[in-house]
């Protein structure tokens, strides 16, 4: 590609009579070179280059490049660019220097477009990438509709100048990231703009219950029967089809945690219009129809408000179908009829007028090709036309097809259709029945979509149980259900047929354990959700499963599970809705957690930042319902307690230790309570680890519901037995004796009603020591030389004086600690209702303040000699600890009963409950000790 200019001659150039020395022949000339380098990254014409300010040309493409003058060597070159191309930046490299032997070829041109940005949701945190330019500026708000160019002027604005290295991760509280805020992000780059993305910071929110925390060295240990934690989300979020992880902000929908979104479809440009049970979504007025943006965030100036749910949407040439319980639908102030059906221009985005189409009852399913509309629901009429749940309906003029009307019947209650598809001139209808057109058909069939909507013979399929969702391809029709047979050969909730032949694929032996409620194809894909445990693939007699509750994917050719695909989606509350639009699909249910990372039982997470330790990963080899209910660290290990189920990898029979420093499980420490056995409750002391729950005989020693453990390499403690009488639900170490709480009436033999203290050395009963509830008690706590006890009970009777007596106390009482005298002026009130019953306490802790924190059955709470039900409390409630008088001040509120409650220093952890006010969490809930404002 280069050419040195010079000249040179060879040999002795002799003449005659010349002296030979080569004198008065030609002389070299100077060395010349040629510049030039490489383009990278050009995608259209318009850049221009320039050498030395002399030599210029126009570059069309990428590749390599030469100026064509020459520059002797030793001589200056300097490369400048004239003129930029066209929606792209080019930055030179190596553009200037001497001009060496043998030309210059190093020069690079690097052009870059806009630069492509992503963001993701993380626990506490958010990532944002971005591809192109290596160095941009990134702006941020909360404010969706933010104007980037005035960026200052959008509400909790901010901008990282100069961010390298093509990603940066943003810390929810360190970065001061609300995190139930969605936050919408741009990067530039030398004036260009990329698209808008966003992303949440989200709290944690676990698969299932929790059940115990403890805090060492600024990390929260959280216990309970989870296997996943997850980003808190509620109602429904778009996930990636790739992987099954959330993508966008995860919008928040109210009124509360039950809020759910019911019905979704792509809206064509990448978002998707959406409907359910919610009133709001992230604060906006959204009363069951909303619009989610691209980004996965709503839409502010999208808004319809139909009177009653949605149960169904089609986005059909241009317009989008809304069906369901509605009557009235509002928009801009004004309110319209529309009788269960409406439709909206989407180019206009204005409801339209005509055609008019209504029915007399709910409409659940629509279907549509060209100028024909199917309906289905549970109606009679459809524009006046007596249609039963089917109907035909002509776009161009609202007329019914008076011809079209399959007959469905229901053997027990009215016939419902769910579901419409159409294909290839057959319409697939899916619902409550048990035939159509006088065949049997058990919750799925397939007619005729013209004539008078005759069965179509071909499509004879026969299940054993309900059909209850159905999906297409372009080549395959997808059943997902109750059924474990289809037209006689087995098939458990799953199964695939061909639409060209319409046979069952026998190559397509995708199983799950249970049900399947809803079915989407994406791409190769094939995602299912229900209510089962796990997934598999092959005959029923030689399957090997995988646990994947919930939500699955599957290969969409042979149903083989994609083991590293994982939605975190919460066991129990499987999603009523799943669509996909090619990148993405579309998630909705009741569902409180989304993505996150596998966490079997136990998780640690740092207390300030809330952000979770990803390398700290225990493997406990627990099954389907382990749990772990109580934690206590001693040195280096972290005891825990609780149940290991009968499909459990590894039974560790109630008792095990991890390693603080790495999570791994601690082989030196060996400890049993029996098979089946329970563990409740731990503590330690320098000298062992004691045990509650419910057990006998643990390692063949004779001691019931409570025994003690060694340190060191473990074993029960042969020298220490006790008997109470039923379990243990509570216990502490204080002084030398050991305090115990629970359900049991006597320990071995001696009357101790849900109270005892034994002794540390042996556990013998202390017999001085015996005040009595007449409930069960749940949790124990000392301070000073107190005994604070919270439970079931009503009465407690304490253990001094000639004749004692039972005495109110609501969920709540104080006990000397050495010799179990009540305390007669501290009666804090708790209630559970306004009729006057106790309240009950799952959980009390003590926090720095002096202030005691009471969480379980409470919704009325008050000081001693006060009446409780003047101060209404929500399950939560804060008492002197020493005047046991209510904290009128600190009322966070939660919306169920919370398991178990902690404090440290400022900070009360609750565990439980999924909403506090208005905002939704995942069962882990932090507040401020002084003011009850969340913290996260």
Known sequence: MFAVGCSSSSGSNETDGGSGDGSGGET?????????????????????????????????????FSFESTIAVDDEYSVALDAQPASQHC????ATGTMPEGGVDDIAVHCYAAPELSASSDIMQMHVHWSGPGTVDIFYSSDADCDWEAYSNCSDSGAIMQAEGGSVTLESIADGFDVDTPWYFIAEYQGMQSQRVAAR?????FSDWTTDTIIQDGRLYVSGGFRHVGLQASGGAPIHAETGQPHGPLPAFGPDADAEVRAAVPDGVGGWFIAGTFDSVDGLDRTGLARIRPDGGVDTDWAFHPDQAVETLLVHEGKLFVGGRFAEIEVDGVTHSREHVAIIDLDEGELLNEPEISTDERVEAFAAVGERLFIGGRFELVNGVSKDVLAAVDLSDGSVDEDWGPDVFRGTGTPIVEGLLVDDGAVFVRGRFDEVNDAERNGFGVVDAGGVGANLGYWDVITDRRV????????????GGRFREINGVERDYLAAFDLSSRSMR??????????????AVVGDRLVASGGFDRVGHGPNDDIEWQLTPTLAAFDADSGVPL?????????????????GNGEHLYVGGDFRSIGGVPREYLAAFDLESGLLDRDWRPELGGGEWTSVEAMAIHGERLYLGGWWDEDAEVDHEGLLAVKLSDASVDENWQASVGDGGVVRQLAVTDERVFVGGGFSDPEGHSTENVAAFFHGQGGVDSGWSAAPSSNVNTLIAHGDRLYIGGHFNNVGGVDRSRLAALEQDDGSLVDEWAPAADNTVEVLLAHDNMIYIGGRFEEVRGDTGVDPQFETREGLAALDAQDGGLDADWRPGIRRNSHGSAGSANGIAIGGDGQLYVTGGILFAGSPNEDPDAHPRDWLAAFDMEEATLNHDWNPGLDGSGYHVSAHDDVVIVLGADETGDTLRGGLMLFDAHSGELIW
């Open 563 to 579: 083991s590293d695909w994982h939605s975190g989606i919460t066991r129990g509350n499987e999603p009523r809705v799943l669509v």
């Open 506 to 519: 026998e190559g397509f032996l995708a199983q799950t354990d249970r049900r399947i409620t809803q079915v």
């Open 201 to 205: 910071g989200a709290t944690p929110a």
């Open 28 to 64: 070299e000339g100077p060395e010349e070179g040629q510049v030039g380098g490489e383009v990278h990254g050009l995608s259209s014409g318009g850049l221009i280059l320039t050498l030395n300010d002399e030599e210029s040309f126009e570059i069309e493409e990428s590749g390599p």
């Open 91 to 94: 930055e030179l490299e190596n």
């Open 468 to 479: 209850e969702s159905f999906a297409l391809s372009e080549d395959t029709l997808y059943l």
